[in-house]
């Protein structure tokens, strides 16, 4: 066997036992791990602003196995939801929560994780009132459009966009999955 064809075949025999190894400890170690926190951060966040539920439900994709929405139960019927969403901002996704009251209301808007420009983008924690503009907004049936609707973030038309973006998508989601009985 020629010298590089050895070469060859050592390269990618630690190249796909590395990959398999990596595989296996994201799957089996760290995976549940991060699932167990993010679902520890849900319920937190939904103790907060679904507050009175007797249950909260995790309803998740059956293909993928991620969670699609959360429900807040009280006596067996939804009387909340969150569901997760995200939108593209300046630097990277802005990802979202929505909270509604059952009939698809907006209680409050909270800003999970982004990378937006310190000074600019990051206004969308530092301002509250811009995600204030779209509680009491029906995502059943309102529209959210920037210098419409909702107010852009001066300076930061990037990330506006992707918050606005975001709830657009949660109210796509709500129409198509959870209004009218959905649950799907």
Same mark, same amino acid.
């Given at each position: 066997?020629?010298?590089? #064809? ?15 190894? #990596? %595989? @296996? ?9 991060? =699932? ?14 679904? +507050?009175? +539920?007797? =249950?909260?439900?995790?309803?998740? =994709? ?6 699609? @929405? ?11 939801? +969150?569901?997760?969403? %995200?939108?593209?901002?300046? +630097? =990277? !996704? ?17 800003? #999970? ?6 000074? @600019? ?16 907004? %029906? #995502? !059943?049936?309102?529209?959210?459009? $920037? ?15 992707? !918050? ?7 109210? $796509?989601? @709500?129409?198509?999955?959870? !209004? ?5």
């Amino acid at each position: 066997m020629p010298k590089s #064809l050895k070469l060859i075949v050592v390269l990618t025999t630690i190249c796909v036992i590395s990959a398999a190894s #990596l %595989s @296996y400890v994201y799957n089996n170690i760290a995976g549940p791990i991060i =699932d167990e926190r993010a679902k520890e951060a849900a319920l937190k966040i939904l103790n907060e602003n679904l +507050a009175g +539920a007797d =249950d909260y439900k995790f309803i998740k =994709d059956e293909s993928t196995g991620k969670t699609k @929405y959360y429900a807040a139960v009280k006596n067996g019927k939804a009387f909340g939801y +969150a569901i997760p969403t %995200s939108g593209a901002g300046f +630097a =990277d !996704a802005i990802k979202l929560m929505v909270v509604t009251d059952g009939a698809g209301v907006i209680s409050k808007v909270i800003v #999970l994780g982004h990378v937006e420009t310190p000074g @600019y983008g990051d206004k969308i924690d530092t301002q509250p009132e811009f995600l204030q503009q779209f509680v009491n907004m %029906s #995502l !059943a049936k309102d529209e959210f459009v $920037i210098n419409k609707t909702i107010d852009k973030i001066a300076g930061a038309t990037y990330t506006s966009k992707g !918050a606005v973006k975001g709830v657009e998508k949660a109210s $796509i989601f @709500y129409k198509d999955n959870i !209004a009218n009985g959905g649950n799907k």
